[in-house]
């Protein structure tokens, strides 16, 4: 399969290879498919838990937001944290 990139293009594959980050541009297009891949899996997912939790609002009806609520959430996830809980991992940030 050939590729023809634009010269913007070209020039970001030419400057990681050339900062040794990939070896070939064939590396370059691998990594940025496998990080579009992994995105559109991660918003997939998202976008199903949205779903759901309007699905939930819809049956049952939702909690009220409110101050109080919002710091026992804080002080949930920061305790999870002292514990060494992990995130989920569709959540974290890399």
């Known amino acids: 399969m050939d590729i023809h990139l634009n010269d913007t293009f070209a ?3 030419r400057d990681k290879i050339i900062a040794g980050d990939f070896s070939d541009p064939v590396e370059v297009v691998e990594a940025a498919l496998a990080f579009m891949d992994k ?3 991660r918003l997939a997912w998202l976008r199903a838990e949205i779903d759901k ?3 939930s609002y819809e049956e049952n009806g ?20 002292r514990q060494g809980k992990p995130a989920n991992d569709a959540l974290k940030i890399e």
């Open 11 to 13: 020039m970001i594959v």
């Open 39 to 41: 995105r559109d899996r």
């Open 53 to 55: 939790g309007m699905k």
């Open 62 to 81: 939702g909690i009220g937001w409110t101050p109080e609520l919002r710091d026992r959430l804080i002080e949930e996830a920061i305790e999870h944290a």
